[in-house]
């Protein structure tokens, strides 16, 4: 079992950066590959990034690719979303999911574990 616990949102500017932190319990966090989604009012929820359980490996989806970037660091049992150059198109609720297994996915249907998201709004 995963809980996990997003926090970092908030209101910003178009151009301004915000970086999102995912805590995560338990002493199995390294075996699970996590990942960044998020959610828009009227729209479906959609792939952001996603790192594998090592981390050594990230991928992205286009809309912020060069933009964003996933991290994690095991030992403090938290991933994080850097998000830089923000733009209005990228307001939505932000969730971290945990998958079991090493490998990164871009299917939210292969995340067991979800946070309860938190609100990004950017503003021009």
């Known amino acids: 079992q995963v809980q996990l616990g997003e926090s970092g949102g908030g209101l910003v500017q178009a151009g301004d950066s915000l970086r999102l932190s995912c805590a995560a319990s338990?002493?199995?966090?390294?075996?699970?590959?996590m990942g960044w989604f998020r959610q828009a009012p009227g729209k479906e929820r959609e792939f952001v990034a996603t790192?594998?359980?090592?981390?050594?490996?990230?991928y992205y989806a286009d809309s912020v690719k060069g933009r964003f970037t996933i991290s994690r660091d095991n030992a403090k049992n938290t991933v994080y979303l850097q998000m830089n150059s923000l733009k209005p198109e990228d307001t939505a609720v932000y969730y971290c999911a945990a998958s079991p297994g090493p490998w990164g996915r871009r299917d939210r249907y292969e995340y067991d574990y979800w946070g309860q998201g938190t609100q990004v709004t950017v503003s021009s």
């Open positions: 338990g002493r199995t966090f390294s075996t699970y590959a």
């Open positions: 790192i594998r359980a090592s981390g050594s490996m990230t």
